[in-house]
């Protein structure tokens, strides 16, 4: 599985819009993009998946350059309760695969009022 | 809708001593399912996975186990708990023949062994 590096920390401040940087420079043909977000004493929540080019949910959007070896989770307009620790995964998460992610140590985002 | 439970949410338990822990899924047949663990600090590690009843691979050699006796329910176990076990364990879900990077996580159980 494709080793991914990301910030260990941002600060944000309520209203702006967050960027979160991951490179994942040994990404390989068939691997997928993921981002799960994790609250204190509580188990990662999935935000968002891709595979190349722009991805838009209701809660994030996710930039994949052509290239693929770094992606950017945006959060746009963050409020306090978005303040979490942030991970980016990479693997063959395809259909019928067991799903084996690989959690790193994630960006911790602080969003301050 | 699908549920997943895990219990005990907290433990305290001694060196040397046994450990249980039990997670059950609701609304889902034949799931993948996943034991983690996160120390203080720190990221998830996968510790066991299993694709069916009875079927378990394990990520991470160590003193602990894990069980699959029924369909929906996955079993952490440890005959004799070292310090380095605690942390705050985590059970998943995934759908079965689905993608796999959606993972469902229970709330956890947070273990501090003394």
């Known amino acids: 599985l494709a080793k991914t590096t990301q910030p260990i920390s941002m600060d944000s401040y309520e209203g702006q819009e967050v960027n979160i940087t991951c490179s994942h420079n040994n990404i390989a043909t068939n691997d997928y993009i993921t981002w799960y977000q994790q609250f204190p004493s509580q188990g990662p929540r999935f935000i968002i998946q891709?595979?190349?080019t722009k991805v838009t949910n209701e809660v994030a959007s996710l930039f994949i350059p052509a290239d693929r070896k770094s992606s950017t989770l945006s959060l746009p307009r963050v409020s306090l309760s978005d303040t979490a620790v942030y991970y980016c995964?990479?693997?063959?998460?395809?259909?019928?695969?067991?799903?084996?992610?690989?959690f790193g140590q994630g960006t911790t985002l602080q969003v301050k009022p | 809708s699908q549920t997943i439970h895990q219990w005990p949410a907290t433990l305290v338990q001694p060196v040397g001593s046994p450990l249980s822990l039990e997670c059950t899924v609701e609304g889902t047949s034949n799931p993948n399912l996943y034991w983690y663990r996160q120390a203080a600090g720190r990221g998830l590690q996968l510790l066991f996975y299993?694709?069916?009843?009875?079927?378990i691979s394990s990520e991470v050699p160590q003193n602990l186990s894990a069980s699959r006796p029924q369909d929906r329910q996955f079993i952490l176990s440890s005959k004799k708990l070292l310090l380095s076990d605690s942390g705050f364990y985590l059970c998943?879900?995934?759908?079965?023949?689905?993608?796999?990077?959606?993972?469902?996580f229970g709330p956890g159980t947070r273990l501090t062994v003394t």
């Open positions: 998943a879900w995934s759908g079965a023949g689905g993608p796999s990077y959606e993972q469902y």
């Open positions: 891709g595979y190349k």
């Open positions: 995964l990479v693997g063959d998460y395809g259909s019928g695969n067991t799903g084996k992610l690989i």
């Open positions: 299993s694709v069916g009843i009875g079927q």
